[in-house]
């Protein structure tokens, strides 16, 4: 599914303990947080040296910054440039952050992999990218007990390790996922792939199933997003997304897809045409969909729109951020530190561009009002994260998005 380095993470390890990075080049590269100068900023000019972090609130002072801060650049997704999520941290810092926004992870992953790296600190990934990541040696682990009180503190139960989130650790020997592993990251922004109900016209116990998508009772538009659009129907289908599948499970996806193409009434190439589709009631069901459909819909009052998780269930992304190899500003550990912040957290759930999505940080949530948590369906978000599945990545993606492009084609 994806390009990989030459050299594994470990032999890069090996490798940067042989020799000392050179100084960075980056402007503030040589600023210290923190008592202890030479361990707290060793890491930065190391090239997968694990990222430590001061005593809590520390990061949160502009004062232990030097005044050449430099400037953090982050690959991410959109809803994360918004002013209310960046301003404050460039302010208080005085200092510039770079945002540069993306829509695949794998298109990002290569860019990465190609050598992007060099030009970014932090990157914002769906959970699943932490494993080809770190395999690659794109990012640096980062030690969980020091920043346990920047991030999982702040988590809800089901964020928590001990309830058994494992999708921001990794077992080295593999780079499996494992709740015991090394931390690689930390969640973010959170939400679900399902698909788009108007629940003023499609019966309740009809969209209790995805099988609502595949009756003509209704008119479906079907957004041509195979990355995700496979993944449900492999749901709908009652086959397990995760692994390799067999040639009588891809015929099996094959057919329900061409199936799906041939009832559509519509095939809409992004999910802006999908959402209008349905708010000017040309669709009753927006296949896929998911939580991003809140953010130009729900929020503007149209309750009536339903990222609707049916009894297959629906799949569970993850944002998370790490940290890129290479040199960083004396920012860049502030940045992590202040994109956990309760404050920001919920900036990003409401931010004044992008997205409405929820996050895992307790205080945020608590902080919603009531209009708030009824768009972002946060009273919701337990009994959808109980029947639905996490994104841990598809094994053999690529061929199944050959089976929806042959699907689609076959349909018209």
Same mark, same amino acid.
């Given at each position: 599914m994806t390009d990989?380095?030459?050299?594994?993470?470990?032999?890069?390890?090996?490798?940067?303990a042989?020799?000392?990075?050179?100084?960075?080049?980056l402007?503030g590269c040589?600023?210290?947080? $923190?008592?202890?100068?030479? #361990?707290?900023g060793e890491?930065?000019n190391e090239?997968?040296?694990t990222?430590?972090?001061?005593?809590f609130?520390?990061?949160?002072?502009?004062?232990t910054?030097d005044?050449?801060?430099g400037?953090?650049?982050?690959?991410?997704?959109s809803?994360?440039e918004?002013?209310?999520?960046?301003?404050p941290?460039?302010?208080?810092?005085?200092?510039e952050t $770079?945002?540069?926004?993306?829509?695949s992870?794998p298109?990002?992953f290569?860019?990465?992999?190609?050598?992007?790296?060099?030009?970014?600190?932090?990157?914002?990934?769906?959970?699943?990218w932490?494993?080809?990541?770190a395999?690659?040696?794109?990012i640096r682990p980062?030690?969980?007990?020091?920043?346990?009180? &920047?991030?999982f503190?702040? &988590?809800t139960?089901?964020?928590q390790?001990?309830?058994g989130?494992?999708?921001a650790?990794?077992?080295?020997?593999d780079?499996?996922?494992?709740?015991? $592993?090394k931390?690689?990251?930390?969640?973010?922004r959170?939400?679900?792939?399902?698909?788009?109900?108007?629940t003023?016209?499609?019966?309740?116990?009809?969209y209790?199933?995805?099988?609502?998508a595949? #009756?003509d009772?209704?008119d479906?538009?079907?957004?041509?997003l195979?990355?995700?659009?496979?993944q449900?129907?492999?749901l709908?289908?009652?086959i397990?997304?995760?692994k #390799?599948?067999?040639?009588?499970?891809?015929e099996?996806?094959?057919?329900a897809?061409v199936?799906?193409?041939?009832?559509?009434?519509?095939v809409v190439?992004?999910?802006?045409?999908?959402n209008?589709?349905l708010?000017?009631?040309?669709?009753?069901? $927006?296949?896929?969909s998911?939580?991003w459909?809140n953010g130009?819909?729900?929020r503007?009052g149209?309750?009536q729109?339903?990222?609707?998780?049916?009894?297959?269930?629906?799949?569970?992304?993850?944002?998370t951020?790490?940290?890129?190899?290479?040199?960083?500003?004396?920012?860049?550990?502030n940045?992590l530190?202040?994109m956990?912040h309760?404050?920001?957290?919920?900036?990003?759930?409401?931010?004044?561009v992008?997205g409405?999505?929820?996050?895992?940080h307790?205080?945020?949530?608590?902080?919603l009002?009531?209009r708030?948590?009824?768009v972002?369906?946060?009273?919701?978000i337990?009994?959808?994260i109980?029947?639905?599945?996490?994104?841990?990545?598809?094994?053999?993606?690529?061929?199944?998005?050959?089976?929806?492009?042959?699907?689609k084609?076959?349909?018209?």
């Open positions: 990989t380095n030459d050299y594994s993470r470990r032999q890069l390890m090996k490798a940067a042989a020799s000392t990075v050179a100084s960075s080049a402007a040589s600023g210290i947080l $923190g008592d202890d100068a030479d #361990s707290a890491w930065r090239e997968l040296a990222v430590t972090a001061p005593s609130d520390e990061l949160y002072q502009a004062d910054v005044s050449n801060p400037t953090v650049n982050h690959l991410t997704w809803g994360y918004a002013a209310n999520v960046q301003a941290f460039q302010k208080k810092f005085n200092c $770079g945002l540069d926004l993306f829509t992870n298109a990002a290569d860019r990465l992999n190609g050598g992007e790296w060099q030009d970014f600190h932090h990157a914002t990934f769906d959970m699943a932490l494993p080809n990541l395999e690659a040696g794109l980062l030690d969980y007990e020091q920043w346990k009180p &920047y991030t503190d702040k &988590y139960d089901r964020f390790k001990s309830e989130y494992k999708y650790f990794l077992d080295e020997s780079y499996s996922f494992d709740v015991d $592993g931390m690689y990251g930390v969640p973010q959170y939400g679900w792939a399902s698909f788009a109900v108007n003023n016209t499609v019966d309740s116990s009809d209790s199933s995805y099988d609502a595949w #009756s009772e209704y479906v538009g079907v957004y041509d195979p990355f995700w659009g496979v449900i129907v492999m709908r289908e009652g397990e997304p995760y #390799s599948h067999s040639e009588a499970e891809i099996q996806i094959r057919e897809t199936d799906l193409f041939e009832n559509a009434k519509t190439p992004d999910i802006a045409s999908l209008a589709a708010r000017n009631n040309e669709i009753d069901i $927006g296949f896929i998911g939580s459909i130009s819909i729900r503007g149209n309750f729109y339903e990222a609707h998780v049916p009894e297959e269930g629906s799949v569970i992304w993850v944002e951020t790490t940290m890129l190899k290479g040199d960083h500003p004396a920012v860049s550990d940045y530190a202040y956990q309760g404050i920001t957290a919920k900036s990003l759930m409401w931010p004044t992008g409405t999505n929820v996050v895992p307790q205080s945020a949530i608590d902080n009002n009531r708030q948590r009824d972002l369906r946060v009273d919701d337990p009994e959808i109980d029947r639905s599945v996490f994104y841990t990545g598809v094994p053999d993606l690529d061929r199944l998005i050959s089976v929806w492009e042959d699907a084609a076959q349909a018209q």
